[in-house]
């Protein structure tokens, strides 16, 4: 975490509010067969404008080559090394952070799927026919019922219903340790594992465990279809420098989607929940502008439309971000960035390893020869090419927030 | 050694080859004097058809400001940061490896001359008037017979001519140690030093060499020129994390001369004799196409008539492998890169630290707007200029063989 301790020492606390705009994936390729990039085709009249007063440039996530998922991608955005064995956040806190759970330091937390097994105990689908929202609700309630009508000493159990047939469990308590076995076996046809031990540390934990299970499993034994628990990820929170610490910031996220407050959680925002459209994001951080000095927005279509290889979709989206930016920039902030934690190009249909554009706009930036966002634009823009992890610093500056290092 | 340890953690295999052709020193320079580099001054039109479809860029290979030796320079295009330690490969084991000799762990090897002295012991010709390769072959012939007639207990030794008056001498056994200074005096008119201990932990090596050295210098001692041995570059094999190992991939180097098998060799590669032009190489490559899935393909001239200051005869290399590109292309890689290993400008006569360019074709790369191959297209090309140990990571990824990093 040097990069972090470094800019501790120059933080100083000033009077302007930096907006990092995320679309998530937007990086795109130009190939043979899609001569344009998803920027390059949308009409983006608004981020043309701002280009022009603005410097551009590319981030690269995780390192060349390298194709981050979205906890990395974002973690480089907000200045951690996403390398770094402790920037590794496990799906299980990424998952519990995300759905709004509290996570104390110690306190271990696992993705949860129900599933469905037959009558020899044989797992016939690991999502329970996919059940509704509301279902998995109800059934996190028996679960929390059941444990609380007999718990088990040392540990406290916290159960939380995602979307479908996932939920979060969280288990409180002195000594306990995330080094276990996933539970989920990963195919049809066969039982749920056991937990186990994946360290000698951990041999208590699985120990208490497992008596929280045979209680949980047998309050949903009955079930018609979500009769099992599969259990994946166990994970601690991870010891990360907290920005508002680092950097005497008050930091606001905004995303409509779990996994992104989680990792923004994770790294000391406060989260801010808000709807999955850019309108609904804009508004929440309209309301809340007085509150932070540091705001991370969020879109997640632009990523979703890449995944699907629907370069269509994906310009849309860029096209109704543009149209909303004017109520962006009404709320003049000192420092906007937008840019993508990684590029999901429509032809690999995937998150991939290319530069992400960027566009830095500041009373400070340098207002270099680019005319339009884009991929190709950047290439030649002011700010170059570099670590994704190095943007923090760049937005600090830009904001007046990092002083003069040495004399 | 992190990057290969990261990278090892994200391989996965995959139905792809790669190809690395290497034009060794291809990076040149524009000066008043030369307004076109070797690529700018070369009629490509393959190269330049080619640089349409795929992404420009540049590598840096050992640092800005850095000249890199063949060593270090192939070393961080196969992904290792030629500056650590243990990426140091010493002469002996280079000259060893690339003359087709088998070193295991712990054998000592050195470079050896022949050398000629005077009725006085003086040395008179560090290379003994540079005997031809078929002597040195019958010098070697008798220095092996002498050593098996009068074994030194504890050490096997293995004797292996060289082109003109080199060889290379190996030993093998137990807990024989490199640090030995070199005998080689590497002037006129003394006599050859003798062996010496670097640290006390070589003393018994520098005993066991001293008894084969009486051995062998007594066999050639009535040798009208080559009456001399003059040793240099003790080295073992260095522990460099194998290429097949960290990325699961089957690698071939197809490179005429004996240093640049030695390095690849030393980091895993299988090393494929072949002739020293680019037809040989590239008929032998075509030859081994089902066997391997990286191929480094290593053009040794272009660095030749850059270290002769000779630009035309730089062009014509670079015109020569241009005419036989179609012929690789036939193969259809999924992953071609053209680069160099450094810069060998002819102006500078030598080896220098200026970023080479680098074209990268695959399905996957960006196609950017550059129309030529060569510098200062290069500049604009949409991978940027980075350092030469990550080319690995972006060729692995081009070529589908890595994971996601994170969820």
């Known amino acids: 975490m040097d990069q972090h301790e470094f800019l501790a020492r120059l933080a100083q606390p000033a009077d302007s509010r930096i907006v990092l705009l995320v679309l998530d994936g937007v990086g795109d390729l130009r190939t043979l067969e899609q001569p344009q990039t998803a920027l390059e085709a949308a009409r983006t009249p608004y981020m043309d404008a701002l280009a022009r007063r603005s410097a551009l440039g590319r981030i690269v996530p995780a390192g060349h080559g390298i194709t981050p998922g979205s906890g990395p ?22 998952e519990a952070l995300g759905s709004g759970v ?55 159990v916290e159960l939380t219903a995602g979307e479908g047939h996932r939920f979060v469990l969280l288990l409180r308590g002195e000594g306990l340790s995330p080094e276990i076995r996933d539970t989920d076996p990963q195919q049809l ?143 003049e902030p000192d420092v906007l960035v937008i840019t993508g934690d990684h590029s999901t190009p429509a032809p690999i249909k995937a998150h991939s390893w290319h530069p992400v554009p960027l566009l830095l706009n500041s009373a400070r930036c340098f207002t270099d020869e680019c005319t339009m966002f884009n991929e190709s634009a950047a290439i030649g823009g002011h700010l170059g090419t570099f670590p994704a992890q190095d943007l923090m610093a760049l937005m600090l500056a830009n904001a007046g927030r990092l002083k003069k290092f040495g004399a």
Chains 1, 2 share one sequence.
């Open 189 to 331: 046809g066969v039982r749920p594992l056991e937990p186990q031990a994946r360290k000698s540390e951990a041999e208590a934990t699985v120990d208490k465990l497992n008596q929280v299970l045979a209680v949980l499993q047998a309050a949903v034994a009955e079930e018609p279809r979500a009769n099992r628990l599969l259990l994946r990820g166990f994970s601690v929170l991870p010891n990360l420098p907290q920005l508002w610490d680092v950097h005497q910031m008050r930091c606001g996220a905004f995303a409509g989607y779990p996994l992104y407050r989680g990792v923004a959680g994770a790294c000391g925002m406060e989260v801010v929940p808000c709807g999955k459209s850019f309108a609904d994001t804009l508004a929440e951080a309209e309301r809340h502008w007085d509150r932070f000095d540091f705001f991370f927005l969020h879109v997640k279509q632009t990523d979703a439309a890449g995944e699907d290889g629907n370069l269509a979709a994906k310009v849309a989206v860029i096209e109704e971000v543009d149209t909303q930016l004017p109520d962006l920039l009404a709320l």
């Open 102 to 156: 509290e996570v104390r330091p110690g306190d271990v937390a696992a993705r949860g799927n129900f599933a469905t097994a037959n009558g020899e105990g044989l797992i016939t689908d690991r999502r329970a026919g996919r059940i509704s929202t509301p279902e998995c609700k109800r059934l996190v309630r028996v679960l929390q019922a059941a444990i609380e009508a007999l718990p088990i000493a040392g540990v406290e």
């Open 73 to 94: 991608g974002h973690l480089a955005l907000f200045g951690y090394d996403p390398r770094t064995p402790e920037a590794d956040i496990g799906r299980g806190v990424l």
